[in-house]
């Protein structure tokens, strides 16, 4: 409520104004509402635990509006993504003191007063951090990984230097949290960013994705004809014999093979039999148009998650959001003359396609650091693709009339003329 309260003079402002950003102020709003509604509409779930679960879904989708509010600031833009760099390195040497030398007396109370089932695996416990699981530990390092590469498309030599000191930092950071949804995400985001991310014009791009596509069924054929262990090889290769050997054995090395193979592993398998049930649940006409309310079932997945609870429409409207979002910053990555403009949409899109994917088995987006970063990231992509969009239509010049004089604030980045 105080954050609504305090986003009041935002919102009016947003309303006054006929520009590219209404779809998006409107889809957000609409998104916020709704689940609003379905804390107390149509949920099985009782008031004071679905409120209590809504903290986790409505609070940060404000942080849309804090990120327009704030979009054409560049020095604070790119501040932000420093404090998560540094704040990344911070992390990620807690969590490998973590793993050498062990917890502290606070964090083993903390470990032994929770009902946290997977903190800990055949007994041993995962590192995370200062954060409050594995997970978001892992998705930390994530974004830290996405800063790395802005500052190494904006910086000088300095900073090319430090991504390549911190690289292989955050790699086997969240190589030993176990999270294997983000291993797969760090993979994509390379990929992602040193080969679709670049190519300019839809075309070229859906050849690169059928290139890539291609290319991963020939890794999975030569995987299987030779039986070469695969990505599993490669995690054992990176690893070695560091860390606690007995760690890297079950929850990295072994972990792996699940990646590569996810029907042969337990709990991949466990969440497919309960989206299965879902599916069949969804026979019931109130389940498929309704769901069973905000809260009111975890599975395990973003997508299955908004099905369980809002039906067949509350998985197509987040489907829909995410390819909103990645649709604008491409389109901003292909037209924008701004190349600080482009490469943070860039940064963007790739954190857009990550958690997109990531999402498949876990509800990224509804914990930090995904939840603050998703909406408050997106606020200022939209923000500034709007920026860009005016920029442009302003500087067409009329037939027969004198050239248009340059629009303040339009260069992002650099000083108003």
């Not at 709003?29 to 009782?46: A, D, E, M, W």
């Not at 704040?87 to 929770?114: C, D, H, M, P, R």
């Amino acid at each position: 409520a105080f954050i609504f309260l305090g986003l009041f003079f935002e919102f009016r402002e947003q309303k006054q104004k006929s520009n590219s950003t209404a779809f998006y102020t409107k889809l957000v709003s609409i998104y916020f509402v709704y689940l609003l509604l379905r804390v107390f509409l149509y949920n099985i779930s009782p008031p004071v635990s679905a409120i209590t679960k809504f903290k986790y879904y409505g609070p940060a989708v404000l942080l849309f509006f804090i990120g327009m509010h704030y979009a054409t600031r560049f020095s604070l833009i790119k501040l932000l993504w420093g404090i998560t760099i540094i704040t990344g390195f911070i992390s990620a040497f807690y969590g490998l003191k973590q793993l050498y030398i062990g917890y502290s007396v606070a964090e083993n109370l903390w470990i032994n007063s929770i009902s946290f089932s997977t903190l800990a695996i055949e007994g041993i416990v995962r590192p995370f951090s200062f954060f409050i699981a594995p997970v978001a530990f892992a998705d930390y390092l994530q974004l830290a990984t996405i800063g790395l590469l802005l500052f190494w498309s904006w910086g000088q030599k300095s900073h090319r230097i430090l991504v390549f000191i911190l690289i292989p930092l955050f790699f086997f950071a969240v190589l030993i949290t176990s999270v294997r949804s983000s291993w797969i995400g760090l993979m994509a985001t390379f990929i992602l960013w040193f080969t679709v991310i670049n190519v300019r014009g839809q075309k070229k791009r859906f050849v690169v994705i059928i290139f890539l596509g291609t290319a991963y069924i020939l890794f999975e054929f030569i995987h299987e004809t030779f039986n070469t262990g695969g990505l599993s090889n490669l995690i054992s290769l990176a690893t070695g014999s560091i860390g606690g050997d007995n760690y890297i054995k079950l929850l990295v090395t072994e972990r792996s093979s699940a990646v590569t193979n996810p029907f042969e592993e337990h709990s991949f398998v466990s969440r497919v039999a309960l989206w299965r049930y879902l599916l069949y649940l969804s026979k019931e006409p109130v389940n498929a148009l309704m769901g069973r309310g905000l809260g009111s079932l975890k599975a395990d997945s973003l997508y299955f998650t908004y099905f369980a609870e809002f039906g067949y429409p509350g998985v197509i409207f987040i489907i829909t959001i995410f390819i909103a979002f990645i649709k604008k910053g491409f389109e901003l990555i292909d037209n924008s003359q701004n190349s600080n403009k482009v490469i943070l949409a860039k940064g963007v899109t790739v954190m857009n396609i990550v958690f997109a994917i990531v999402s498949i088995t876990g509800t990224h987006i509804h914990n930090f650091p995904g939840d603050v970063y998703f909406w408050f990231w997106n606020g200022v992509l939209i923000k500034i693709a709007a920026e860009d969009d005016t920029a442009t239509m302003t500087a067409k010049p009329v037939s027969g009339s004198a050239s248009p004089l340059p629009v303040p604030g339009s260069k992002f980045g650099e000083p108003d003329t």
